[in-house]
C-alpha cells in the first residue's frame, strides 16, 4: 500500500490518462448491456473512463486503495461525496458514483452485486501470484450473468519490472477458465510504446460474462 499511496501522493501516476480509452469507447457497446445496468471498476484511480461510462448512463461503483486519488477524483467534477465508514473501508458517494476506498482483497463478499466490470489497469497493476484473488473478487462482487470488458498489457516480462505486469492471452484464459465465458473483441502492436525498450508489446480486449 505504501508503494501506491507514494505514487499518488508524489503525482507518480503515469498509468492516468487524460482522455477515454480508445478501446472502451469502441467496444463497450458489444457488452450489450442496458443503459442503467450498475459498473464496477476495480482499482479505478480517477480514470475518466468512469465519466465515460457515467455519461452512458450508468452508476459507477470504484474500488480504489489510495486515499489521495479518490478526494481527488471527486474534487476534480466539483463534487462533495457523502463519506461513511464501513469496516476497514470508506465509501465516498455522489451520484452517479460510489467509490469504495480501502484494500480491494478485504472487501467482505457481495459488499457489491454489480450488472458489469470495466478493467482497462487493475489486473495487470498486479503481479501473478495476487490475479487469482482478484478474479475470485470480481467473482463475489458481481452478480451471476455479469458481463467485463477487460483491456490487457502483454510483454517480454523479463525485458521490464512490473507494474503494469504483463498480462497474456494464455494467462487471460486460464485465470477466467472456470465460471466465465471469454470472447476476445480485439488485438493489436502498440508500435508507439516500444520507447519502453521492450521488443514487443501488445494490447488485447476480452468480453468476460460470469457463467
Known amino acids: 500500500m505504501e508503494f501506491w499511496q507514494n505514487r499518488w501522493v508524489t503525482d507518480q501516476i503515469g498509468w492516468h490518462r487524460s ?3 480508445e478501446m472502451l469507447d469502441k467496444h463497450w457497446s458489444r457488452l450489450g448491456l442496458p443503459s442503467d ?4 471498476v476495480p482499482l ?3 480514470s475518466l473512463d468512469m465519466v465515460w461510462l457515467a455519461q452512458q448512463g450508468h452508476a459507477i461503483v470504484g474500488l480504489e486503495l489510495v486515499q489521495h486519488a479518490v ?5 476534480e467534477r466539483a463534487m462533495e461525496p457523502k463519506k461513511e465508514a464501513s469496516g476497514e473501508h470508506v465509501r465516498y458517494s455522489s451520484s452517479p458514483y460510489t467509490i ?3 484494500d480491494l482483497f478485504e472487501l467482505e463478499k457481495q459488499t ?3 450488472d458489469a466490470w470495466y478493467d482497462r489497469a487493475a489486473m495487470i497493476a498486479l503481479p501473478n501470484a495476487l490475479r487469482a484473488d482478484y478474479v475470485e473478487q470480481l467473482r463475489q462482487q458481481t452478480k451471476p450473468g455479469a458481463v467485463g470488458l477487460l483491456i490487457t498489457y502483454a510483454y517480454p516480462q523479463h525485458e521490464m519490472d512490473g507494474p503494469p505486469f504483463a498480462l497474456h492471452d494464455d494467462d487471460v484464459r486460464r485465470f477466467f477458465a472456470e465460471g466465465f465465458a471469454l470472447e476476445q473483441l480485439d488485438h493489436v502492436e502498440l508500435e508507439d510504446e516500444r520507447d519502453r525498450g521492450l521488443s514487443s508489446i501488445t494490447l488485447s480486449v476480452f468480453k468476460i460474462t460470469r457463467t
Open 19 to 21: 482522455e477515454v480509452n
Open 37 to 40: 445496468a450498475e459498473v464496477l
Open 44 to 46: 479505478c484511480g480517477k
Open 71 to 75: 478526494e481527488s477524483f471527486f474534487r
Open 100 to 102: 469504495v476506498q480501502g
Open 112 to 114: 457489491v452485486q454489480a
